[in-house]
């Protein structure tokens, strides 16, 4: 009996001296947890503020990354030029020297047209005024009535009550402001514009050089891998630009042979930049439509009109629709949601020259996602 209740002393004892640890193990537990949970929250913190950073960046940014980008897609664009002259044991600066002059002769060409083109419509709108203005005044009064329809409908005047009408009193901003917010405006896309052919000719002249000086920024046992995703970067850029080009060889050629039968002045050029202009998403058919329609001023009926615009309507839905996708997404690998939501972010960041770099950037960033462990799942995503 002595010996049993001596055990059970000792079994209560351990028990008594369990007890407390169970409870600090738990709280323990616990503490590890919430401390767990505080470090994700803070992780997720950060993640935000440099996600919010970097899109700043980007905006404030906005005209730098433009000019760095567009000069990039024009060297990819010159560069088979820049080979083709190498291969006839021209050096690679020579070469460069010589297709950047090439891309600026064409550039003053296409300025020097289009200004006379300007002039020559300027001179002959006087001719055009009278219809011009018939036809808005007509626009005018239908639109006049159905503001008073709608608004009678919607709130019916009582007999007697008298109309109030609002009045917005705004203040003028005044000539100086206007010029001087005109001319900052124009004074930096000139300032950014000229940096383009010193950027092209430098990055055509020293692509090796920049490449490897790239690959040496990483570490040896990653430099391969940075080599596959760099030419793979370059692959997609080719295939962006090669893709836009036979879309927009169709679109010249269907709108060429369109504006030629209508009998529009200077069909052979207007098709040109109607048919790649067109290839802009969603703001490129407004661009493709001005040409035709001042150019065909005078000469075009409404039939005329009506044949423009269901032209260029159509071919920019169907080059969007169904020759884009196939052709410049199939080639890129990346899905239609992916394509259109790039579109309106980088449309909402940089305006219209966002349209025109969204697809290029969301097809590297793919690349960049591909081999990347911890981005893989953003890269599936993203892809087909």
């Known amino acids: 009996m002595g010996s049993s209740a001596r055990e059970n002393d000792v079994s209560s004892s351990d028990r008594v001296r369990q007890m407390p640890q169970a409870v600090v193990a738990a709280a323990s537990a616990e503490e590890e947890e919430v401390l767990h949970a505080s470090i994700r929250a803070g992780s997720v913190a950060q993640i935000v503020v440099a996600v919010v950073a970097v899109l700043g960046l980007i905006y404030l940014l906005k005209l730098v990354l433009i000019t760095i980008l ?13 080979v083709g002259l190498h291969r006839l044991h021209l050096p690679r600066p020579a070469g460069s020297f010589i297709a950047v002059v090439l891309l600026l002769g064409l550039s003053l060409a296409l300025s020097y047209f289009f200004y006379n083109r300007a002039v020559d419509f300027a001179t002959e709108l006087p001719k055009y005024s009278g219809k011009i203005r018939d036809t808005v005044g007509k626009i005018r009064s239908q639109t006049s009535k159905i503001e008073e329809n709608t608004r009678s409908a919607v709130a019916p005047q009582e007999k007697g009550s008298t109309k109030v009408v609002p009045v917005k009193v705004q203040q003028s901003t005044g000539i100086t ?5 005109a001319g900052g405006t124009v004074l930096e896309v000139v300032l950014t514009v000229s940096f383009v052919p010193f950027l092209v000719y430098f990055m055509l002249t020293w692509k090796e050089h920049a490449r490897a000086a790239s690959l040496r920024l990483f570490a040896k046992e990653h430099r391969v891998l940075a080599h596959r995703t760099l030419g793979r970067i370059s692959n997609v850029i080719r295939s962006f630009i090669v893709g836009n080009l036979i879309i927009g060889i169709i679109n010249m050629a269907v709108s060429t042979v369109v504006f030629w039968l ?8 207007i098709g040109v930049i109607s048919g790649f202009v067109s290839l802009i998403p969603y703001l490129g058919v407004f661009g493709a439509l001005l040409p035709p329609l001042a150019a065909g001023m005078g000469t075009l009926n409404k039939a005329g009109f009506l044949t423009v615009v269901v032209t260029v309507v159509g071919l920019h839905i169907v080059s969007m629709n169904v020759f884009y996708p196939k052709v410049v997404g199939k080639r890129l690998q990346l899905n239609p949601l ?4 790039a579109l309106l972010f980088w449309a909402w960041i940089w305006g219209a020259m966002g349209l025109i770099l969204a697809i290029p950037i969301v097809g590297a960033t793919k690349v960049i996602c591909d081999h990347i462990d911890s981005l893989r799942g953003l890269g599936e995503w993203l892809g087909e």
């Open 70 to 82: 567009t000069s990039l897609l024009l060297a990819f664009i010159l560069e088979p030029l820049v």
């Open 177 to 181: 402001g206007l010029v001087t917010q």
């Open 262 to 269: 209508l009998g529009i002045k200077y069909f052979y050029f």
């Open 338 to 341: 992916a394509v259109t939501l």
